[in-house]
């Protein structure tokens, strides 16, 4: 089956840049039967939706972090990532990689296991 | 941006008994574009709800959601022991996904 794993650093410096990798099992990015998207959860704050990216290369972000979220593909290695920069306290969060269906590209249908990523010096 | 309200915060209910979770939209949403899902401790979210009535993959018929406009609900119909988690809301507009901030169904 579809299984979708995270990994990265758990710790970022302040003002440096996240970066997070999402390696997509079971299925080829390339097919275009799903859109990739992260998503993160503050403890507080809740769940937020980051963006997404589809294997055609179209990306769509969330208005308040789109200065400084970019998604991309490596589709030779079945891999999207996520780079967050000039990061503060409040981007300490469970980072999740999840896919959309691409006729249905309202909801998340899988979920990788989440990181969880703290900004701190 | 539209704002999903979810309430209660916290539902304190005993195996047996029927759950009913609330989620409000500050605007008109598609029921097409209303998702549930599921989160236990240490776990991520689990779909169980797409299109504000239709069951993902797996999800036991004793979970049934509803609704249009503004008032969607989620009602587990006699709770199981590993139904106690946290409930989100999500919905898709204008190009954005937002989530609400959970339900917690607790002992």
């Known amino acids: 089956q579809v299984q979708l794993q995270e990994s990265g650093p758990g710790l970022v410096t302040p003002s440096q840049t996240l970066s997070l990798t999402c390696t997509v099992s079971g299925a080829s990015i390339s097919g275009g039967g799903y859109y990739c998207s992260w998503i993160r959860q503050h403890p507080v704050e809740g769940l937020e939706w980051l963006g997404y990216i589809y294997y055609s290369g179209t990306t769509s972000y969330n208005p308040s972090l789109k200065s400084r979220v970019i998604i991309s593909l490596d589709t030779s290695k079945n891999q999207f990532s996520l780079r967050l920069s000039s990061v503060t306290a409040a981007d300490t969060a469970i980072y999740y990689c999840?896919?959309?269906?691409?006729?249905?590209?309202?909801?998340?249908?899988?979920w990788g296991r989440g990181t969880l990523v703290t900004v701190s010096s | 941006e539209i704002v999903l309200t979810q309430s209660p915060g916290t539902l304190s209910l005993s195996p047996g008994e029927r759950a009913t979770l609330s989620c409000r939209a500050s605007q008109s949403v598609s029921s097409t574009y209303l998702a549930w899902y599921q989160q236990k401790p240490g776990q991520a979210p689990r779909l169980l709800v797409s299109g504000a009535s239709n069951r993902a993959t797996g999800i036991p018929d004793r979970f049934s959601g509803s609704g249009s406009g503004t008032d969607f609900t989620l009602t587990i119909s006699r709770l199981e022991p590993e139904d106690f988690a946290v409930y989100y809301c999500?919905?898709?507009?204008?190009?954005?996904?937002?989530f609400g901030q959970g339900t917690k169904v607790e002992i």
């Open positions: 999500q919905q898709y507009g204008r190009s954005l996904w937002t």
């Open positions: 999840a896919s959309m269906p691409a006729t249905n590209f309202w909801y998340f249908d899988l």
